[in-house]
């Protein structure tokens, strides 16, 4: 196990309930938020296992079932090679349908068509006072997967003892759901869910909480409370990391989202793996907005039918700034609680590079919206420009509420400087935590990707 004594010093000096004030970042107001009802939608026609969205899975995961077999919900159905006790569990019982595959032959989606019935594998309630126990229990029945290990944003691994296990109880990215909406009816099972994590680390629970959060949050007396004060990027874990307990070289921290944490609750008292995800359907493309009480990885289809204003829309499972786009037959993401549709940006603007054209958020005092902080807009996807020299200055800092020199850390990957990649922090960062510097990079770098492959190439040569 590593030495982290230091790491947990530091997190002592953090009072419970400490008020951290954020003034770096940009709140994106777009349209198309969620009101907080619940929409009566039909269930979805199929799910899908999606190990493609667990960084760190280099060998192709093995299929543990073929197509046209039954399974049970929480019956393993892939198996990674390089940890074959960390598998993929189905959400729902039911056939396996189609196992599709993308480039070379990679697996991207079991496909899973549900039965009538919902019928659960059932495990091993595992004991409070076992970290044995709560390993074996977690890692037979998929729940493990839901787990990410920093740095790197990899799945957990087993084999480590994290310093402490992070939890951000509010989203501050643009259309965000209302976290603690998403846990009603699973309180107990959320608080639960704390109570295991606490047997898997050698340090604390932390909780990251907004000052209007539920106060659910503050019922955790396995956790430490952390409130935060702020503009987006507030709410991801990472900054929050940044501020409560800093990730050094050598130091290991796992992160796991509120709806997982009541799936894991649900699994040590029951003994089921019940993959209930509420999900919020949002954007300016969207005829009606709202809640959607599914399973993981279900298929987006039949939220969206007669639910669009046009044709040109992108379908995005996540947020505009970091998630995935999927196709209209798409499913929702392996950590995904939202879905945002937006207007395709595939249209030329005529002399669009000579003046603004249209409302829309930005950091320019070139445009008037800049002066109107709390309009929301509808956007599309048009990047406005292509990529350029990479020479801007002071921009990234302007939304990065963290001790960090963003433009030399990209810099440093690009170049990969091993050294200097090191010293410039980049074992404290995944893409989330700069999605807003490719929002307002002038010189359209694609910031998350280049971040990815230097945390990948960090992560090969350690």
């Known amino acids: 196990m590593q030495d982290h004594s230091g790491a947990n010093v530091l997190a002592r000096l953090v009072p419970d309930s400490a008020s951290i004030k954020l003034t770096r970042g940009l709140n994106l107001k777009l349209l198309g938020s969620a009101p907080l009802v619940r929409l009566d939608l039909p269930v979805a026609a199929t799910f899908a296992v999606r190990p493609m969205d667990v960084p760190g899975l280099e060998s192709i995961p093995r299929l543990l079932h073929q197509v046209g077999d039954s399974v049970l919900a929480g019956d393993p159905v892939l198996a990674s090679k390089v940890n074959p006790e960390v598998v993929f569990s189905s959400p729902v019982s039911g056939a396996i349908v189609e196992v599709r595959r993308g480039p070379k032959r990679a697996i991207t989606e079991v496909v899973i068509e549900p039965s009538r019935q919902l019928d659960f594998r059932a495990f091993r309630k595992p004991s409070l006072s076992s970290r044995d126990q709560m390993l074996e229990t977690l890692l037979g029945s998929g729940a493990w997967t839901l787990l990410r290990q920093r740095p790197f944003n990899t799945f957990a691994d087993p084999a480590v003892t994290p310093r402490d296990i992070f939890v951000s109880c509010f989203d501050s990215a643009p259309l965000a759901p209302d976290t603690g909406f998403l846990l009603q009816g699973r ?26 959060s539920s106060d ?3 019922w955790a007396d396995s956790a430490r409370v952390h409130t935060f004060d ?11 990391i940044h501020h409560i ?24 008292t029951e003994g089921i793996f019940d993959a209930r995800r509420t999900v919020a359907f949002t954007g300016p493309q969207l005829k009606r907005t709202g809640y959607v009480d599914t399973r993981l990885g279900a298929a ?14 992108r379908l995005i499972s996540g947020n505009v700034l970091t998630g995935k786009i999927i196709p209209p037959s798409g499913h929702l993401g392996h950590f995904d609680d939202q879905v945002t549709v937006i207007e395709e940006g595939d249209q ?3 002399l669009g590079w000579l003046f603004p054209s249209y409302p829309r958020p930005t950091l320019s005092r070139t445009f008037l ?29 302007r939304v990065v509420p963290m001790d960090l020199y963003p433009q030399h850390l990209l810099k440093a990957i690009l170049f990969r400087d091993f050294d200097q990649m090191e010293g410039l922090g980049i074992y404290e960062v995944v893409e989330e935590d700069l999605a807003l510097c490719e929002f ?21 040569e350690a």
Not at 252 to 264: E, F, H, L, R, S
Not at 444 to 458: A, N, S, T, Y
């Open 245 to 268: 307990a800093p990730i050094a070289k050598g130091h290991v921290v796992w992160t796991i989202k509120p709806q997982d944490v009541a799936i894991i609750g649900t699994l040590v």
């Open 300 to 313: 987006v289809a039949p939220f969206l039918g007669g639910n669009l204003k046009s044709e040109r829309v």
């Open 440 to 460: 307002a990079c002038t010189s359209k770098q694609p910031v998350q990707r280049i971040l990815r492959e230097g945390l990948d190439w960090m992560r090969g």
């Open 216 to 218: 659910l949050f503050r």
């Open 348 to 350: 030329p603007e005529f």
């Open 369 to 397: 919206s800049y002066f109107l902080p709390n309009r929301e807009y509808a956007v599309n996807s048009n990047p406005h420009g292509e990529q350029r020299a990479f020479v801007m200055t002071g921009e990234y800092e």
């Open 230 to 240: 702020g503009p987006h990027p507030a709410g991801a874990v990472g900054v929050q």
């Open 187 to 212: 309180e107990e099972a959320f608080l639960a869910g704390l109570r295991a994590l606490r047997t898997l680390t050698s340090g604390e629970v932390h909780l990251g909480v907004a000052p209007h």
